[in-house]
């Protein structure tokens, strides 16, 4: 057997049992160490191919593989909480600050009739005793209260000057009904004596530790139902 054909038997099938092989093999001590390398190399190759893989192998791959997605979805989850998380933080302070800056009584008060003018057409008859009970739990370091009835009363409820509890009503004027907000002093209101827009007028004036204001339609007498609701303080 020549020399290419042993080597390519050799490397085919070192483990070769044909006598022709096994002679050819015989015939060197180069062939031996040749032979006996390659047959090591097979061993070594079978050895590692022959390891057992664990039943619940396949199981713990998928496992991981959905660990991997999990964690990697946690992590696009926290990224898009910490920016609503951050979007609210800003909205929040933006909010405060907006409370803490100067508010402009009188405007915020036109604001309040327009946006509750369903409050002009109610008539519950309040009566001055009810309007004291929601006086005593405004904010005020001096008792505010009525001593008579101011007239008649239409409507009485709370309402929030940029988070200032404060008072609303709506009284008969002289021919028409008059809007009446009252909130206690905090040194951020800002009132002017007269303010008005298209569609009302209004006075504000300080009394009692509070802020009046009234408003009325643009015709409407809103210095009549001020002597009113004044004679009627203490």
Do not use: W
């Amino acid at each position: 057997m020549d020399e290419l054909t042993f080597r390519r038997q050799a490397y085919g099938e070192p483990n070769n049992r044909d006598p022709e092989f096994l002679h050819a093999t015989m015939q060197s001590a180069e062939r031996k160490d040749f032979v006996y390398d390659l047959k090591n190399l097979d061993n070594k190759i079978e050895k590692a191919l022959s390891i057992n893989v664990p039943s619940d192998f396949a199981a713990k791959l998928l496992l991981r593989q959905q660990l991997q997605q999990h964690h990697q979805r946690q992590g696009k989850t926290r990224f898009a909480f910490a920016m609503v998380a951050s979007v609210a933080f800003l909205a929040g302070m933006t909010f405060t600050l907006m409370r803490m800056g100067p508010v402009d009584l009188g405007q915020h008060a036109l604001a309040h009739v327009h946006h509750e003018d369903k409050a002009l057409l109610l008539d519950n008859n309040v009566q001055y005793q009810d309007v004291n009970f929601q006086l005593a739990s405004l904010d005020t370091t001096a008792a505010v209260k009525l001593s008579q009835q101011p007239g008649k009363v239409y409507y009485s409820t709370y309402c929030d000057f940029q988070g200032v509890k404060s008072l609303h009503l709506v009284m008969q004027g002289k021919k028409d009904k008059v809007t009446v907000f009252i909130v206690p002093l905090e040194d951020r209101m800002v009132l002017d004596e007269a303010f008005a827009d298209t569609l009302y007028k209004g006075i504000g004036f300080e009394t009692n530790n509070t802020y009046m204001l009234m408003i009325g339609e643009q015709n409407s007498d809103i210095t009549y139902a001020r002597n009113q609701i004044e004679q009627a303080f203490i």
